[in-house]
């Protein structure tokens, strides 16, 4: 028997949980190792030099458990640090901001998308290339929400005063023609009930997290390496800041697919 | 300059300008190269050993223009000849059975998928056994719908005639506690107001041709193969029957689509 390789998962946080929860959801079967730097969040407002020296800590540590792919489940640190990584390991790597775009240019019918994230993605013009890359003729209307991810790393994601700020920071927005809104930040489906409160119900919600997990069950069946029939997930979670916080968080929002599957929790040294 | 490649899409007739029409929109930029292979449709009552020989024929056709990807546009060709076709060309080939059912596992939220296709695609269980590779406890209720493929291929999509023949195939599909409904054929898309009407609108139509489209454009990305920013695109349809009719139901289906970009019609000598 061969050891079950996994699908390793980082993030600034627990912004990519919302990646895992795809995975675990869309493919049952594979073994997930994730790695949330819950010690250095926010990425958002750091520098992008930065952001990559953090992601290719990160990546060299779960290097060592040899998954059979990357994904940086993390905006900031894929617009910052995607390229880099791809040039640095000898695996599929991939990021979430191009299957965001693509699943916005395929929902689309008024050919105007809107696009909230972190100052470090908005700042970074990713996702205008990645759109403009597929559909030159769309147009992009985009907005950081700095306040967005302090407040799910905080697990402070239904109150009043969530939905409060949440509706501030996206004033105006429901204004333009856009379609869709493409939630270009891990953590904001944590936010979706009251993002979608404050856009109204015409505007879709985009979650980069279910499209990344799309796009790495298309990835690993066309390289042929799907989990097979007969493995059984464990699922390895790792953080750099306070566990329980972080474990608290993941219990919440994993809530059944983790109890249908061993879960190791661990506290690395690094990050700190 | 290097000579643009194009995207090969290859169908039993018109069915794959639904996937034809889904790339145009979501890689506006993309040339493509279509085969309908109108004179010897429909596939779907043929059996495997014919179809695997009528697709090997039109793959070695189209691989004189040198193409990066094929893209076989055809559930029923797809369930019979994906395998084959991918180990006589050295090129990405892709079906649109995975796509279909990887978006089906995506949406379901009952867990219980719907599927109809041609007798052939249906009766070679490809859905079922894609669909559970992905997630073993979906369960599949398949329906073949002789009838529908050659109401396409006459032209006749939305009549009163239609509404009726799609209603009587699909009766008691609605009684089941399926939520998403897999169009495995890539013909259905043209019937797919009649289909969501006998369906009723709580059951999501999951178009195998707006997901592979997707796919591919997901693996072009990977392979960085996507289309630049300065290239034009030239579509070339090529049909094996009558060349009048096929163009027809072409202009009328991608109506504007092909009204941006300069066309080529073309009737090889095969398949006749």
Known sequence: MTVQQAIAVLDSGVGG???????????????ILYFGDTARTPYGPRAADEV????????DYLIQYQPKMIVIACNTATAAALEDIRQRVDLPVIGVINPGARAAIGRTKT??????GTEGTIKSGAYDLALKRLSPHVEVISRACPAFVPLVEDGNFRSKETSRIVSDSLRNLRDSAMDCLILGC???PFLAESISEAMGTEVVLISSAEETAREISTILHGTNELAGRN????HQFFCSGDPKKFQEIAQNWLGEQI??????WQVP???A
């Open 269 to 271: 040294h690094i990050g």
């Open 52 to 59: 990559v020296a953090f992601t290719r800590e990160i990546v």
């Open 231 to 234: 493995e059984m997930p464990i």
């Open 111 to 116: 050919g105007i998308v809107g696009v909230i």
């Open 259 to 264: 109890r249908l599957t061993p879960v190791v």
């Open 186 to 188: 891990t953590h904001y």
């Open 17 to 31: 949980l919302t990646v895992v929860k795809e995975v675990m959801r869309q493919l049952p079967r594979e073994k």
